[in-house]
């Protein structure tokens, strides 16, 4: 799907929650919603039944989410990984990487063409990590067990198949439910009542909204963790920090669910956004777009800097030489940092 068609489908999703139009337009989409939510239903007796064949020695604590689409799992898990101790181990699918097959490697090393622009971020933030990627998540949690004092499984809520002992789901509070239906009526692929079996629920990119989420959170009786995302600096593609003064002129450059959160959050930072390339999540980076991009940008701003995020520098092993740097975002938590503590008691134990 085109990033183009792509907007246009969540945008219909979005109108027919306020539009009995647009609503009665996507009766279709409903009716393939209750097909979807009878098979997720058949998957999970299938897997949950797999996995009572199946045993794993190393504790295995799961990140993820109900709906499709960015809702800050990866900094949520690089936030986990900064307070953790011992021998580490990431198990992920490694979407849209280049190579395939399974891969393990030091987070050190990892390479995004063989584990994928996440797990190269999150390798390089916390080096001393192994990472296992594999297009098979039980793969790659089975290659780690054993070697590893705590397993984290990336996007694992429905791997019912995967032995879990902690679950911790990421919700989106611009999007916590997915538009109320489950795909392709919708954008979840699980019911929102699954938050009810996870540990721990993660609200990201916390707004105005919250006060109405939490109450809607309330009967699941989840402990609840509130974070929003801010950048914390700029880097050149050697690494080194980049000096960049507010006011200044910026030509936004991102591939991630949500290039709006970014757009906003530079804003927000006080710099000028004359314009924003707007890639598909994932996509392939290339020197000629991002040169061509850059050439538009400074005919008509010439003092303007390309800015990507940080999971866009790991899309790439080399970048242009133009005047080039890249956002380093982390989750803050505004609320809930009892609970946070409690899940950092708990992980620890585990992990012993």
Same mark, same amino acid.
């Given at each position: 799907?085109?990033?183009?068609?792509?907007?246009?489908?969540?945008?219909?999703? /979005?109108?027919?929650?306020?539009?009995?139009?647009?609503?009665?337009?996507?009766?279709?989409?409903?009716?393939?919603?209750?097909?979807?939510?009878?098979?997720?239903?058949?998957?999970?007796?299938?897997?949950?039944?797999?996995?009572?064949?199946?045993?794993?020695?190393?504790?295995?604590?799961?990140?993820?989410?109900?709906?499709?689409?960015?809702?800050?799992?990866?900094?949520?898990?690089?936030?986990?990984?900064?307070?953790?101790?011992?021998?580490?181990?990431?198990?992920?699918?490694?979407?849209? /990487?280049?190579?395939?097959?399974?891969?393990?490697?030091?987070?050190?090393?990892?390479?995004?063409?063989?584990?994928?622009?996440?797990?190269?971020?999150?390798? /390089?933030?916390?080096?001393?990590?192994?990472?296992?990627?594999?297009?098979?998540?039980?793969?790659?949690?089975?290659?780690?067990?054993?070697?590893?004092?705590?397993?984290?499984?990336?996007?694992?809520?429905?791997?019912?198949?995967?032995?879990?002992?902690?679950?911790?789901?990421?919700?989106?509070?611009?999007?916590?439910?997915?538009?109320?239906?489950?795909?392709?009526?919708?954008?979840?692929?699980?019911?929102?009542?699954?938050?009810?079996?996870?540990?721990?629920?993660?609200?990201?990119?916390?707004?105005?909204?919250?006060?109405?989420?939490?109450?809607?959170?309330?009967?699941?009786?989840?402990?609840?963790?509130?974070?929003?995302?801010?950048?914390?600096?700029?880097?050149?593609?050697?690494?080194?920090?980049?000096?960049?003064?507010?006011?200044?002129?910026?030509?936004?450059?991102?591939?991630?669910?949500?290039?709006?959160?970014?757009? /906003?959050?530079?804003?927000?930072?006080?710099?000028?956004?004359?314009?924003?390339?707007?890639?598909?999540?994932?996509?392939?980076?290339?020197?000629?777009?991002?040169?061509?991009?850059?050439?538009?940008?400074?005919?008509?701003?010439?003092?303007?800097?390309?800015?990507?995020?940080?999971?866009?520098?790991?899309?790439?092993?080399?970048?242009?030489?133009?005047?080039?740097?890249?956002?380093?975002?982390?989750?803050?938590?505004?609320?809930?940092?009892?609970?946070?503590?409690?899940?950092?008691?708990?992980?620890?134990?585990?992990?012993?």
């Amino acid at each position: 799907m085109s990033k183009s068609i792509e907007n246009l489908y969540v945008r219909l999703i /979005r109108a027919a929650a306020s539009s009995w139009l647009v609503s009665l337009c996507l009766f279709p989409l409903a009716l393939l919603s209750y097909f979807f939510r009878a098979a997720a239903a058949l998957r999970r007796v299938v897997y949950v039944r797999r996995a009572g064949r199946r045993t794993v020695t190393t504790p295995v604590i799961s990140v993820g989410n109900i709906t499709v689409g960015g809702t800050g799992k990866t900094p949520f898990i690089s936030l986990l990984l900064n307070h953790l101790t011992g021998k580490i181990g990431l198990a992920t699918r490694g979407y849209r /990487r280049a190579v395939h097959g399974l891969y393990v490697t030091p987070g050190s090393i990892c390479s995004p063409r063989r584990g994928g622009d996440e797990a190269t971020l999150i390798g /390089r933030r916390h080096p001393s990590i192994t990472i296992a990627v594999s297009d098979d998540k039980w793969e790659a949690v089975h290659s780690l067990d054993g070697r590893c004092d705590l397993i984290v499984l990336d996007d694992g809520l429905a791997r019912y198949d995967i032995p879990q002992r902690l679950q911790i789901a990421t919700v989106d509070c611009q999007c916590p439910d997915g538009y109320g239906w489950l795909l392709p009526r919708g954008l979840c692929r699980e019911p929102f009542s699954r938050l009810r079996d996870v540990d721990y629920i993660v609200i990201t990119n916390a707004d105005a909204s919250l006060p109405a989420l939490c109450s809607s959170l309330r009967p699941f009786s989840r402990p609840l963790i509130v974070t929003e995302p801010v950048i914390q600096r700029f880097f050149c593609p050697d690494g080194s920090t980049f000096p960049l003064a507010r006011g200044q002129a910026v030509a936004l450059m991102s591939g991630i669910a949500h290039p709006e959160y970014f757009r /906003r959050s530079m804003v927000a930072m006080g710099f000028d956004v004359v314009d924003h390339l707007i890639l598909k999540d994932h996509a392939d980076i290339t020197d000629k777009k991002v040169l061509s991009f850059a050439a538009k940008v400074r005919s008509s701003v010439p003092d303007a800097i390309v800015v990507g995020t940080e999971k866009d520098f790991f899309r790439k092993e080399t970048w242009p030489a133009i005047p080039l740097c890249f956002s380093q975002m982390e989750l803050c938590i505004i609320e809930g940092h009892e609970a946070f503590a409690a899940l950092l008691v708990q992980v620890s134990k585990l992990g012993t």
